[in-house]
């Protein structure tokens, strides 16, 4: 089997590139070109039924889910209930990430009831499963590393994130730093971390780079190189732990890249407002244009609670200067298990991010804000309410206090600033008469650039 890469280094356009230009209004060549740069990539995996995704440059910003079973609550039910919730709610990706009960059985039933295309880190399998093997994960066989994600790969996950980026150079600075104010936060990051401490040795996953992508291309799918010194604190981001990794992490995009297997960098956890824009500048330059998956990031450590709109203010400036998925993160960040509510929430305020993000990333593509901003003064509730990211929860507010005037709502009622506006300027306000007469015209033009 050929990856999306091989088939475009021969100029081929593949049904899976087809049908994502499709998707996003943009021309197939443009997608292949971008594949064939590795400025955008298509997890395909082994599964039939699995939806195409295209994530990269020029592409709508895409939402990722993260479910998954712990150590303390592992129900594959309720997995199940995650997973269709998350796709119900419009995420575009579904990370798998269990680290309890039976994880081939969860992955397994995960896989089985939903078409988005599955993501997982193989090491939370393998560590776990040494844990409860030998009760020290750190007498894990680096072998099962190896086997694990051959193993998930012929279960149809289509893109894995995997952390070949930490090695001794990068522990190395960590150490010689002399301060981490949030700490390790990543799982993967941390029981590898350990591993190497524990045994002396390099992390197998970056000493053994070429096998990790060879594994992956044989599926086609995207390795996305995980984030293990991620900043779990504002005051840690960008500390010279986690731009060495991050440094790693986007040569190995370029490796992996030339060996013909589609990758993606993963950054940043914690990054104040004011640093987003640059964190997202480095790892485009660094890695060449590589997709960037973003965890949030959380621009402040305080809002948990509500850390899902602490991440969606964080996501929606990453996706504004270039981040391409953005990992969803929900109420229950740095508290507890994520429940199913807290599913359809992380998923419905990362969507509104990206949506806020893509409107400054793509000025030339903002014609469903025009729709719904035109239906709310026209007194259109229909339409209005049908043009909404989540017309369920509007309708159901609306609902709740019905106004007298059903032009109107009850915020107002009968000072309508919208119908008296109208009534005021109706015959000057026409629908056919737009603000940049040649629009259409630009945006055809912008089909046309290669950068689309
Ligand atoms: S009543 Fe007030 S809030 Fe409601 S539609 Fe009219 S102007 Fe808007």
């Known amino acids: 089997m050929k990856t999306q890469i091989e088939y475009a280094r021969e100029h081929i356009i593949t049904p899976a590139m087809q049908d994502v230009a499709g998707q996003e209004g943009c021309r197939p060549e443009a997608v292949r070109d971008k594949v064939l740069a590795g400025r955008l990539v298509i997890p395909i995996g082994s ?37 269709k919730m998350a796709e119900s709610e ?22 089985e009831v939903t078409r988005l295309p599955v993501g997982t880190v193989p090491l939370y399998q393998a560590f776990a499963e040494a844990a409860r093997r030998y009760r020290n994960p750190n007498k894990l066989d680096s072998e099962y590393l190896f086997e694990v ?23 190395e600075r960590l150490r010689k730093q002399g301060f981490r104010y949030g700490g390790l936060v990543s799982k993967g990051g941390t029981f590898m971390v350990s591993w190497m401490e524990y045994t002396n040795r390099e992390n197998p996953l970056y000493e053994q780079f070429d096998r990790v992508c060879a594994l992956l291309k044989r599926y086609d799918a995207v390795l996305s190189l995980g984030n293990g010194i991620r900043a779990g604190a504002i005051h840690d981001s960008h ?5 060495a990794e991050m440094v790693i992490n986007c040569e190995l995009a370029e490796l992996g890249r030339e060996m013909g297997c589609q990758t993606m960098v993963e950054g940043p956890g914690h990054v104040p407002l004011d640093e987003i824009a640059g964190n997202i500048m480095l790892e485009k330059a660094m890695s060449g244009g ?3 998956y ?3 990031p959380l621009p402040a450590d305080s809002g948990a609670g509500y850390d899902h709109l602490t991440a969606a203010i964080g996501a929606a400036n990453s996706a504004r200067y270039g981040a391409d998925l953005i990992c969803y993160i929900t109420p229950a960040e740095h508290l507890a298990l994520p429940g199913i509510d807290d599913v359809r929430e992380g998923v419905r305020a990362t969507r509104l991010a990206a949506r806020i993000g893509d409107i400054a990333k ?7 804000e025009k729709r719904v901003a035109m239906a709310r003064r026209d007194g259109a509730w229909d339409e209005h309410l049908k043009s909404l990211l989540f017309p369920d929860a509007a309708a159901a507010i ?28 109706a015959g000057d306000l026409s629908s056919a008469k737009q603000r940049h007469p040649d629009e259409a015209a630009q945006r055809a033009a912008d089909d046309r650039l290669p950068e689309r």
């Open 47 to 83: 599964r039939r039924r699995q939806r195409l995704v295209g994530i990269g440059q020029g592409l709508r910003t895409k939402v990722n889910a993260s479910i998954g079973t712990s150590s303390d609550i592992a129900d594959v039910d309720l997995e199940i209930a995650k997973a």
């Open 90 to 111: 419009g995420a575009d990706t579904l990370m798998e990430l269990s680290t309890g009960g039976d994880l081939d059985l969860v992955r397994r039933s995960v896989i």
């Open 149 to 171: 994600i051959e193993r998930q790969l012929q279960d149809g996950v289509s893109f894995m994130a995997i952390h070949c980026g930490i090695n001794r150079f990068s522990i």
């Open 239 to 243: 500390d010279r732990a986690q731009v």
């Open 290 to 292: 590589s997709p960037y």
């Open 294 to 296: 973003v965890l949030g």
């Open 362 to 368: 793509y000025p030339q593509r903002r014609d469903a």
């Open 398 to 425: 609306r609902a709740s206090r019905m106004p007298g005037d059903e032009k109107t709502c009850t915020m107002c009622g009968d000072f309508c600033a919208m119908k008296r506006g109208m009534t005021l300027f």
